[in-house]
């Protein structure tokens, strides 16, 4: 973890035991301004880490905790979060929990504070050096979890930020060297490996080495090794081949397809390394299953539900890619009769558009859970399928994981039991989540299910809009109070953020059953026969609009 220490002091002269005392006896932070108190949080943190203190580490946290209760400015409450992610992440360090384990509640809180620290305002307000820490902290977090797909973009937008900031560099090629071993794509892990690769070798380049921290090199030089071992000198060096693909026959298809690159949409691991023409295809499939008809679904069964979250998935995309492009007003709407509420509303072909590219991508993440109680024989009632509480016995938290989850060693399966951490539930042991949106997400496809969502054009001024000075008698008559109010901008932005985690579990999805599978395979008698039955692919021609 990168460092949250700012320049020393004079007391820091004195033995760091004596320092550790006299910041963790204190009882509270009167008598310090803001910035004092986070200078005294950012040193107790580090010294904590540092002399294997965990009392110390806890006391930090209370003594943020009372920071943020004051009225503070949006850098310093970015900050504040900052070094609370970092207190929380040295606590898991401290704690002697198998790195492994499924629930790591420390870890919990890590990935939290550090999210909140980057929203908002306050994070304008950073130094690039911190901003690319926090950055850089989530992917290392996010990956250890299991949660490949967007680990990879933290360091690629704290790379943006600081193009030398090797820690991310480093970190991203380590960690694409596990996600490459996980594709069941031989051309596809070998080109992952190469970019690995390329980012291990520019960490440890005389120039990125001065900026690594602590002993990570060792971790990037045993990568460096590995995958020199696996690949040939002659593909390493060779320029890797990515572009030179077609991205379509028509304008239109290009500029569609260019866009889903750019936002890393398409259903293949390739679109992780950057927007390359070589990954403009969905083409992530399943690997080969074996399965028991008489224990559970078949073959074509488990083939064709992942068939179904696909088309799904790429189908709220090409909604969503539409919705936010309108150019002109569609034939569907003309002559059609509206009032003008005075809120500047957005209604048109577009705008439902994109709210049915959400209801879509958000129903995906159940049926993934259908997915997965089918595949690995669950035998949670249809009914209680939900994504956020299938991984527990009884569906409670409280009960603790199911024994297929408990002690199992499948990394991307762990990765979408994580993703299930971001989703709100109004039940208990689920109303905590990772994402600090997930309330908000929740109530947003509540309303488009079951009630009214309305969204608004820049115009408005927003829910604390006064008409112009108007009575409040007059304000509450022209208040819409039966909707949920959103502009449309930051619904089309939640939207997108959605569908990229919808993709995320999608490819988590299928590498964890490509990692099953091959663990069934393992413990299968070498002797037992396998009926085989081939598969073909379903043609373009038949998908007729």
Known sequence: MTGSRPPRDRGEAEEPEATFGRYSTRTGIDGLDDDRALELAGRLTDLSLDL???EGLERTVKLIEE??????????AAVSHYFLGNAWGNLRSLSGRNPHDWEQPELEHEVYHHRVALLGAGVEGLEQRRVCQILTNLGNTMSQVGRSVEAVEYWDRALTELPNFSMARGARGYHLSY?????HDPGHEALMLKFAHADVEEALSPVGRRLLEGRSHEAFESTKTYIEGYLSTEYLLADPEVEGFTLGDSEEEIEYRRW???NRLFLNP???????????????????????????????SILGLYNQLKQEFVSA???????TRPQYTHFSDKDVRLYDTFDHPAYSLAVEKTKISFRMAYSILDKVAFFLNGYLGLGVPDAKVYFRTIWYEDQKKARGLAPAFREAENWPLRGLFWVSKDLFENEPGFRDALEPDARELKEIRHALEHRYLKLHEVFWPGPGDDYGGASPQAIAALKDSLAVSRYRR??????????KLVRASLIYLCLAVHR????????????QEVPMMRAHFFEDVRKLS
């Not at 009225?71 to 310093?76: F, H, M």
């Not at 996600?179 to 594709?183: G, I, M, V």
């Not at 619904?491 to 569908?499: D, N």
């Open 67 to 76: 920071l943020q209760t004051r009225d503070l400015s949006p850098d310093r």
């Open 490 to 499: 930051d619904f089309e932005a939640k939207a997108l953020r959605l569908l």
């Open 260 to 262: 889903c690159l750019d």
């Open 52 to 54: 294997g203190r965990r």
């Open 317 to 323: 995309r090409y909604l969503y890619y539409e919705g």
């Open 270 to 300: 390739l679109n992780d390394l950057g927007p390359y023409p070589v990954a403009a295809v969905d083409v992530l499939v399943l690997p080969t299953i074996v399965t028991n008809h008489e224990e559970g679904p078949s073959g074509p």
């Open 516 to 527: 099953e599978e091959e663990k069934r395979s393992n413990e299968r008698d070498p002797k």
């Open 179 to 183: 996600y490459a071993r996980y594709l």
